[in-house]
């Protein structure tokens, strides 16, 4: 990893282990662990925020430049050596527990809430990157269920061959679709491979033979994606998803250089346009967070609590 890249991330309070792994407190785990609010995930699947470990085996790659990213950019390079998963795992939590610390004295944190942050048991593998690039990815998803973690793995759909060899799933597997045909692909995610479209076809293809809680993401920019529920419902239909959560593009981040405000669909639009993809793939809005911008379609009584979910790999529930 170029140094100046690795002071840029230190300095946006990112922490690396080895050359190709990183940590960063979540916004959403500061507020939570202070007692203030959580994180429409919370809401949505049962996990504690503060107990969550926000991090990328692969902040080294991304076949992607979305415009609504708000991760650094650009500073693709090649890994020579990519950690264990059992001591990468013991280094980003050890990483966390030190980006802490400075709560312990906070009179709003309790010694339970501190307690609970020093040992998480949510993974969010979503924090920069294509996480899926990771080649040991299996093992870590292994060996983070051993220890009665629960994980969420985002993806962009532009490797289904890794996704198809991945012989241990995660809890819940999200897959981006940020726009209902190619043409719109090519302006809101700017890929740089040619055939970025087809691969996130056939990554759609492949979701309904995983055995494993599927969710598709459309991450909804006014101006650039947010129109054509039916052709998002074309692309659903294929995927056959357990549940969508269409959300709002929130202005934060390296996306501050790119969009504006502006791009930020209101609720009620997210709230509309979901009800009405929902009718066009037989689903319905179970739940709803207007601060995050966000709903949560789905078949009415389907589980959502991710441990009941995933209690068949969580080897200490
Ligand atoms: S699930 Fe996502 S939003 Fe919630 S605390 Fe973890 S990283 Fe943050």
Redesign the pocket.
Known sequence: MDPKYRSLLEKQQYRICGDHAAVKL????KE?ITGRR?????DFYG?V??R???MTPAINECSHQCSFCWRVQGRDYEVTEWMEPKDMLDCLIEQQRMLITGYKGDSRVTPEAFEEASNPD?V?I??AGEPITYPYLSDFLKECHRRGMTT?LVTNGTYPERLEALDELPCQLYVTVAAPDEKTYAEACRPKIDDGWERIVKTLELLPSLDTRTVIRHTLVDGINFFDPEGYAKLDKIADPDLIEPKGYVFVGGSRQRLSMANMPPFEGILNFSTELGELVGMEVLKERSDSRVVLLGTPGVETDIRKVCADRLKVN
């Open positions: 979540c916004h959403w785990a939570s959580h994180c429409y995930k919370q996990i925020s503060h969550c470990l926000q949510q969010a979503s924090l969420f």
